[in-house]
């Protein structure tokens, strides 16, 4: 019914950015928000960051004033610039959605499969 589908990751130098990117596909009635998670090995997934689809954002404290979240309505993609990336942050980075499907009732909670960062000198 839906596809979430990560892309954008990879390997950066710390300090260096990166920019993934999701796009939702499917019989998509309406997007509510777009989000990121990012989860390492052992740990629980953490929210990063989320847009609704007029564009109110949140983010994780650790985020904030380094990775910026934007959301495309025509495309049903979001995109999130990471700049000034540490080791630390290496993990899978994976998108969630909520969203309406056709021949759903209301909203439902979409997940992509995650895209690997690696920031490593």
């Known amino acids: 019914q839906l596809q979430l589908v990560e892309s954008g990751g990879g390997l950066v130098h710390p300090g260096g950015s990166l920019r993934p990117s999701c796009t939702a596909s499917?019989?998509?009635?309406?997007?509510?928000?777009m989000g990121w998670y990012r989860q390492t090995p052992g740990k629980e997934r953490d929210l990063l960051t989320s847009?609704?689809?007029?564009?109110?954002?949140n983010y994780r404290d650790s985020a904030k004033g380094r990775f910026t979240i934007s959301i495309d309505n025509a495309k049903n993609a979001v995109l999130l610039q990471m700049n000034n990336l540490e080791p630390e942050e290496t993990a899978v980075y994976c998108c969630?959605?909520?969203?309406?499907?056709?021949?759903?009732w209301g909203g439902g909670n979409y997940w992509g499969q995650g895209t690997q960062v690696t920031v490593s000198s």
């Open positions: 847009i609704t689809s007029d564009g109110n954002t």
């Open positions: 499917g019989d998509i009635v309406h997007i509510y928000t």
């Open positions: 969630s959605a909520s969203v309406w499907v056709q021949g759903t």
